[in-house]
């Protein structure tokens, strides 16, 4: 490889994900594509290179020498990237451009966000002319846009965590079990007698979030969206765990009922995914500051948060 070409960069950001994820497997949800296709990107890296990066096989994934040579010089090139972007904005009077944010379905109108408040607050800053891109993401795509660098930040529940990105812990998300009007537990008087450790009814939940609340030995449907774990409990066929500010408009009118009120009450970690960088382009940092301050001049329950920067984590 003597001059790194726009396909270069796209098999490295490839190949980073693979390395990260610990092998073809693993990194075929992230990338959205077969391992064939994933092997054959591999492949022509390393036609490219004049070497192996990685051995896979029976034996399992395994990185080379080279290989991790490699991946400790990539991270380099793609932070040197955004870091070229970063001075590049910087030498501009103005602050512009455009702030591509991706946010998992379901948390846009969570109140504890304050996200379109913070939208607002950004929108009437003075001096600037930068606008944000609301890109409403399935959650394990998120992280791997914000990698690819089609994404300047996400928010989402991730469950697993990328050493290359940078994690920030917004607030806990309340969880709870909700069943419709058709459904036998709608009016028993049992249904709030802290849960059944062997419930003969089927349990609906969406993809990527924790499973640890389910009873044990009970029925589990996992879906891809809240709309659709919704739309099944509203069917009266199944007991539903959902974002208790998601679902208070159904239970406003009746429509559905909260069950287990008090079993293994749980929570999902909401958090902001950004590059590790050693800062920000200015409207993406200004942006991260009206959203801290809209979550810390929300209401009560806002109260006590911590602000962006105060606690985060790197990687786990």
């Not at 914000?146 to 697993?160: D, E, K, Q, R």
């Not at 099944?232 to 679902?247: D, E, K, M, N, Q």
């Not at 208070?248 to 559905?256: A, D, P």
């Not at 999902?268 to 009206?290: G, M, N």
Request: charged share 20%; hydrophobic share 40%.
């Amino acid at each position: 490889m003597t001059a790194v070409s726009d396909l270069d960069l796209r098999l490295l950001r490839i190949f980073t994900v693979v390395a990260e994820s610990g092998g073809f497997s693993s990194a075929q949800c992230l990338l959205n594509v077969s391992q064939s296709t994933i092997s054959s990107q591999m492949s022509a890296l390393e036609e490219r290179l004049g070497y192996k990066v990685c051995q896979r096989g029976r034996a399992g994934f395994k990185l080379t020498e080279k290989g991790q040579a490699l991946l400790n010089s990539a991270a380099h090139l793609f932070n040197a990237i955004d870091a070229f972007q970063s001075q590049v904005s910087a030498l501009r009077t103005a602050v512009v451009g455009e702030i591509k944010l991706g946010i998992s379905e379901g948390l846009s109108a969570d109140p504890r966000l304050n996200l379109s408040r913070a939208l607002r607050r950004f929108s009437l800053r003075s001096n600037f002319n930068a606008s944000v891109c609301l890109q409403i993401k399935d959650e394990s795509r998120l992280q791997l846009a914000v990698l690819n660098h089609t994404l300047h930040a996400a928010i989402g529940s991730f469950t697993t965590h990328s050493s290359q990105l940078h994690y920030l812990h917004l607030y806990d998300e309340r969880m709870s079990f909700y069943v419709g009007v058709e459904h036998p537990l709608y009016k028993s008087k049992f249904a709030s007698a802290g849960g059944e450790t062997n419930s003969p009814y089927g349990f609906v939940i969406k993809n990527g979030t924790c499973q640890d609340c389910i009873p044990a030995n009970c029925t589990e449907t996992i879906v891809d969206s809240n709309e659709a774990v919704i739309t099944l409990v509203l069917s009266g066929l199944f007991i539903g765990r959902l974002p208790t500010h998601y679902a208070q408009r159904w239970l406003e009118v009746g429509k559905i009922r909260e069950v287990f009120e008090g079993y293994k009450p749980c929570t999902e970690p909401i958090y902001l995914a950004t590059k590790r960088l050693p800062e920000h382009s200015p409207a993406l940092a200004a942006f991260l500051a009206d959203l801290n301050a809209e979550r810390a001049d929300g209401d009560d329950s806002m109260q006590g948060m911590p602000s962006l920067g105060r606690k985060s984590i790197q990687s786990r």
